[in-house]
């Protein structure tokens, strides 16, 4: 059974940094593509990020050049590094992946980024 578990949000202040990590369990991460959304109170969940089994990564433009995202293959983790943060970045952020035709999200962890 797949299972997502994110962690690392929290407040930071405009032009600071954090890391978000998601845990995977139950997936192959030689062969899933996993991604990273974004819900921001009163917004449509954005696709933020995306990170392919063959290392090929995508970022919606808003986050270009201030986010990156890596895995892990031995942990089976997939990392959001996100610097330069700015309060328009405040949202709650998922994980999840769409593995043999079947969507799995995690929970979320809240981001909020203060001015």
């Known amino acids: 059974q797949v299972h997502l578990v994110e962690s690392g949000g929290g407040l930071v202040q405009a032009g600071g940094s954090l890391r978000l990590s998601c845990t995977a369990s139950?997936?192959?991460?030689?062969?899933?593509?996993m991604q990273w959304s974004r819900q921001a109170p009163g917004k449509q969940r954005e696709l933020v990020a995306t990170?392919?089994?063959?290392?090929?990564?995508n970022f919606t433009d808003s986050v270009k050049g201030r986010f990156t995202v890596s895995r892990s293959w031995a942990r089976n983790t997939v990392d959001l590094q996100m610097n330069s943060l700015k309060p328009e970045d405040t949202a709650v952020y998922y994980c999840?992946?769409?593995?043999?035709?079947?969507?799995?999200w995690g929970r979320g962890t809240q981001v909020t980024v203060s001015s």
């Open positions: 990170s392919t089994a063959a290392g090929i990564t």
């Open positions: 139950g997936v192959n991460f030689k062969i899933a593509t």
């Open positions: 999840h992946t769409n593995y043999y035709g079947r969507s799995f």
